[in-house]
């Protein structure tokens, strides 16, 4: 792809404005050898502002969302993009998320704007697992974790039941539960059907991919071994 728009479609300007940038001298590589809009440099020894450039097309994000940001790129309010740098807004093909949390859930969360990956992590074929941290209102009764894994457990106006979940308890209102499957606000209906309240929900790990090293607020580019970890 030619530089101008390799540049400019990674949202930090447009195409006119990254022509600009290059005639200015801004786009170099790691010598600081002024680049011309016909380069071949390889895309890891581009510079923009003495700074390499972001991801290239295929990139996979780890967050770890804190609590009081919505899933999505336009509503009102603080928003998981409000947390990347503004330019990935711009980026095409878009940046999505893979899969939603809550507002009021924390941890990991996905983004890419690789279709075939996302589809991977989302399909049933690959049944990632998904672990989530509860605090719960009140005591465990006893009897949750025989009904999450039973595989008949209904949820309010649905008409399929639930793929059987694991449940470990942590403590008298603590848990871990992990899902094979993600149905709308599914953590804290599964509870609401015990008669109890979700208070903290948080989700520690997608596969076996966990959010060590990235603090709340933060995130990460995956490695190809990081986004194996989803799978194993
Ligand atoms: N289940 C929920 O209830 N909320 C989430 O954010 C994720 C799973």
């Known amino acids: 792809m030619r530089l101008v728009k390799l540049i400019a479609n990674l ?19 790691r010598e600081g050898n002024r680049l011309k809009a016909d380069s071949k440099t390889a895309h890891e020894d581009i510079l923009f502002d003495d700074e390499p450039l972001d991801p290239a097309q295929g990139v996979v994000i780890l967050m770890n969302k ?8 336009k509503d009102q309010g603080r928003l998981v993009y ?3 740098p503004d330019r990935f807004r711009m980026r095409k093909p878009a940046l999505s998320t893979i899969g939603r949390l809550d507002k009021e859930t924390s941890g990991a969360l996905l983004f890419t704007d690789d279709g075939t990956f996302l589809h991977k992590v989302i399909s049933p074929k690959s049944n990632v697992p998904k672990v989530y941290e509860v605090v719960l209102d009140r005591p ?19 008409d399929k039941p639930l793929k ?16 094979h499957e993600g149905r709308y606000h599914q953590v804290r209906r599964m509870f609401a059907a015990t008669g109890n309240h979700v208070n903290e929900l948080s989700r520690s790990r997608i596969g ?25």
Not at 140 to 158: T, V, Y
């Open 11 to 29: 949202g930090y300007g447009s195409r006119k404005e990254i022509q600009m940038a290059i005639r200015n001298g801004w786009v170099t590589d």
């Open 66 to 73: 804190p609590v009081g940001y919505t899933c999505s790129a």
């Open 82 to 84: 409000d947390l990347l």
């Open 140 to 158: 465990l009764k006893g009897d949750e974790a025989d009904l999450f894994a039973s595989g008949e457990m209904m949820l309010e106006s649905e």
């Open 164 to 179: 059987p979940a694991e449940l470990e308890v942590l403590g008298e209102t603590s848990a871990r539960l992990t899902l």
């Open 208 to 232: 076996s991919l966990g959010l060590e090293g990235i603090e709340e607020g933060t995130w990460k580019v995956l490695s190809e071994a990081d986004k194996a970890q989803i799978f194993e």
